[in-house]
Nanobody
Framework: QGQLEQFGGGSVQAGRSLTLACSHDSVIGDTGCVAWFRQAPGMEREEVAKIAGDGVATYADAVKGRFTISKVAARGTMFLDMNNLQSEDTAMYYC????????????WGQGSQVTISS
């Protein structure tokens, strides 16, 4: 697997916002698929948000209306804006990219811890 450079994360109180970012010039472009995943302790990794090859964004029900995934192809960067964060959002977050939308994600970020206190 290849490596994306991941930024952001931290600890905030419930109701606040955080933004995560990932970059890789030759992987995150106009086409291709990108996604954000998260894994809480003792839980399986889950897909939080995804932009498909046609540019359509989809979200897990738990974050719909609060999280926004986006990318700036010219900068090879993707983002996850997280608003109204809740304690159940506490997890390690990972970005992922597949320049060919082949069904898997060969490129991953190193992970960012997000901790929400009530």
């Amino acid at each position: 697997q290849g490596q994306l450079e991941q930024f952001g994360g931290g600890s905030v109180q419930a109701g606040r916002s955080l933004t995560l970012a990932c970059s890789h010039d030759s992987v995150i472009g106009d086409t291709g698929c990108v996604a954000w995943f998260r894994q809480a302790p003792g839980m399986e990794r889950e897909e939080v948000a995804k932009i498909a090859g046609d540019g359509v964004a989809t979200y897990a029900d738990a974050v719909k209306g609060r999280f926004t995934i986006s990318k700036v192809a010219a900068r090879g960067t993707m983002f996850l804006d997280m608003n109204n964060l809740q304690s159940e959002d506490t997890a390690m977050y990972y970005c992922a990219a597949d320049p060919y939308c082949s069904g898997g994600f060969p490129f991953w970020g190193q992970g960012s811890q997000v901790t929400i206190s009530s």
